[in-house]
């Protein structure tokens, strides 16, 4: 089994990943890479990132014991990784913290980004006011819809959101968007991605952004329980939460990887988002990776309750993982995921994202048969932003009389 | 091998002293049939090359007006099988070249072995890939090259000259140079980063160099044919097609406005 993980000198891992734009963009990719290459090296940006990762974001985030939870289901000790803790409510301002040094040290003036659920678009909004930057956000106007109030805080923190109306008017659209964007002004702008997707360099600076969580939650649980995890389990979109956390784990091949994808309501094509269960290999938005797509090269609509996990391709490096069998994927349906959130949120007071929903629903249905053994579960964000859709689908809560 | 018809014809223009129109025609819209005559008509107005766009569900570097045609292509159920039929059809009854104009998935989803021989027996003469850079395409060019295709890549304002010799060394029949930053569509004025990328393509390579991006009108296409071999107008098309929606007067009106650019293009050798 790997006990590494890291993309060759084209940005691949294994046969994933690379570099599929117009050739426009191949420079500036390149420019990224060299200057990414550098930062990390370099200490002084280290530094800075890491004062505001504490002072400004709130790491490290705690390892919690849900110990209600825990007994409730008579199984697993299960491990909460509070990401839901951060500034913004999500990981993503991890990431965004890293790129927006990186885009200042590059002396871009402009930011653009995409946003699904809204986490990264607010996160992206909430530096690109700390650093003094120009905010453009692309988000699907389904999107839009689902996910009014990040729309509005995207606004109130000086972000102009754009909505895109194209297509499924989800995440893939948006991307689409901001990287038709990035080729017209790609001198001026830095394309701030939120997900551990698309082009070289990307993925792994995403990934590398984010694995300080994995870092953090392998010291936690030493420090508690005197031993490694059985589990790690985290949901999956474009994979950027999984891969920070499980990053720090890949070599230790006794833990358990497991990435939680959208199952919708159906594992029938268009009702989902799962690309192990129903996609093959195809490249969309600058990336090689699992994409769901039809016999004739088109990628696919899916459907997901929750806007963060419903997009068509897994980021490249989990796309490797479970080639290898270092990581397993599996779906978890809207009804299961919401239904986690309702028992998270009565046994333990924490009412999660509804991505991180998908993650819990795992824990839920794998802790019953594992006496004995350690999960730790990513909460990668806070259900805030998702009251509105907890609302629409849990209407019996939401009557005047109802206790 | 004998020489391609891409190559044949950029030889022919350059004996002339004539600039070469390239056209591209989103494949499938209004319909497959459809795009048959629209080629006949733009042949019929003097375009020299035929770039067959193969429609895709995520068009990155398109506009908007490529992008809706791309929309409607697929919602009439146009395929690589479809866009190849095509091109077939057009072969039957001319020798114009023709060049595939794709993204790279849909071509990966059909297969490169399976694409190079079904291209050339319908008729096909290039392939260009949108989204795949040299690096990435590089090792799809042996397998289109030994079935007898040309394979043209994008040369950009932002390559730097290391990568501009790559580019041409990766193509055949001629180099495609964007003639600026951005996605397709129309646009003012053609932008003078284009002279400075043909200058620098010109001292890495003896190919022909188109330059498209931008290009809408007469005196564009003089512009660009004063310094370069080809001229590729394609949302300008698109546009003309989209808003004709379907009427029987969109041969002639595409056929008159290919004539326009034509001259235009002439003008600019004269």
């Keep these: 089994m790997i006990t590494t993980s890291q993309p060759d000198s084209g940005g691949h891992f294994g046969p994933y990943g690379g570099r599929f734009v117009p050739e426009v963009l191949m420079n500036p990719l390149e420019e990224l890479e060299q200057a990414y290459y550098a930062a990390r090296q370099d200490p002084s940006f280290q530094a800075e990132l890491a004062l505001l990762l504490k002072d400004y974001a709130g790491r490290p985030t705690p390892l919690y014991f849900a110990k209600r939870l825990s007994e409730t289901l008579g199984g697993a000790k299960i491990y909460i990784k509070r990401e839901d803790l951060l500034h913004t409510g999500a990981h993503k301002i991890n990431n965004a913290l890293g790129q927006i040094l990186l885009a200042r040290r590059m002396g871009k003036k402009r930011i653009i980004a995409e946003t699904g659920a809204g986490q990264h678009g607010v996160a992206t909004a909430t530096v690109c006011a700390l650093f003094g930057m120009e905010c453009v956000i692309y988000m699907g106007e389904e999107d839009m819809r689902r996910q009014r109030l990040n729309v509005f805080r995207m606004r109130l923190l000086g972000a102009k959101v754009t909505g895109v109306t194209s297509g499924s008017r989800t995440l893939k659209d948006a991307i689409s968007e901001a990287m038709r964007d990035w080729v017209t002004n790609v001198g001026d702008t830095h394309y701030l991605l939120g997900s551990a997707l698309g082009s070289h360099p990307y993925p792994l600076m995403v990934r590398d952004f984010h694995s300080c969580m994995g870092i953090e939650a392998r010291a936690q649980i030493l420090e508690k329980e005197g031993r490694l995890p059985d589990q790690v389990i985290a949901c999956v979109g474009g994979g950027s939460n999984a891969i920070g956390i499980f990053h720090a784990f890949v070599p230790d091949t006794a833990v358990k990887l497991i990435g939680v994808e959208a199952g919708g309501r159906s594992l029938a094509p268009g009702e989902h988002a799962a690309r192990f269960a129903g996609g093959s290999p195809g490249v969309l938005q600058g990336c090689f990776s699992y994409v769901l797509q039809n016999s004739d090269g088109q990628i696919s609509l899916t459907h997901s309750v929750s806007a963060g996990l419903d997009y068509a391709m897994i980021g490249p490096e989990h796309a490797f993982l479970a080639d290898q069998g270092r990581a397993e994927y599996v779906p978890c349906s809207d009804a299961d995921a919401l239904e986690a959130a309702q028992t998270l949120a009565r046994t333990e007071g924490l009412i999660p994202a509804l991505e991180s929903a998908h993650g819990v629903a795992e824990a839920l249905r794998r802790a019953p048969a594992a006496k004995g053994e350690i999960f730790i579960v990513n909460l990668s964000g806070r259900g805030d932003k998702d009251i509105d859709i907890y609302r629409e689908n849990l209407k019996e809560l939401d009557e005047p009389e109802s206790n | ?270």
Aim: overall charge negative; hydrophobic content about 45%.
């Design chain 2, 1 to 270: 091998m004998n020489p391609s018809r891409i190559s044949k014809l950029f030889a022919r223009c350059r004996a002339e002293n004539e600039p070469a129109l390239i056209a591209y025609i989103t494949a499938g819209d209004p319909s497959l049939e459809r795009t048959v005559s629209l080629v006949e008509a733009m042949e019929l107005g003097g375009a020299d090359l035929i770039e067959l766009g193969v429609p895709f569900s995520d068009p990155i570097a398109d506009g908007p007006v490529i992008m809706r045609a791309t929309e409607r292509a697929l919602a009439n159920g146009a395929s690589v099988a479809g866009v190849l039929e095509v091109a077939r059809k057009i072969r039957e009854r001319s020798e114009i070249p023709i060049l595939l104009f794709s993204y790279l998935n849909p071509l990966l989803s059909y297969g490169f072995e399976r694409l190079a021989k079904d291209a050339v027996a319908a008729g096909v003469d290039g392939i260009l890939m949108t989204d795949a850079s040299v690096e990435e395409a590089g090792k799809f060019v042996p397998v289109v090259r030994a079935a007898g295709l040309d394979t043209v890549f994008l040369a950009a304002p932002t390559s730097p000259l290391e990568r501009l010799r790559q580019v041409a060394a990766y193509s055949s029949g001629f180099v495609y140079l964007v003639s600026r930053t951005g996605v397709t569509g129309v646009r003012d004025q053609v932008a003078d980063t284009a002279a400075e990328l043909v200058e620098r393509m010109r001292t890495v390579t003896d190919l022909p160099l188109a330059v498209g991006f931008g290009i809408a009108q007469a005196a564009d296409a003089a512009a660009v044919a004063k310094i370069a071999d080809g001229v590729v107008v394609g949302s300008a098309f698109v546009r003309i097609i989209e808003g004709c929606n379907g009427s029987p007067e969109l041969e002639s009106k595409l056929a008159s406005f290919t004539r326009e650019l034509k001259a235009g293009a002439k003008a600019g050798r004269a």
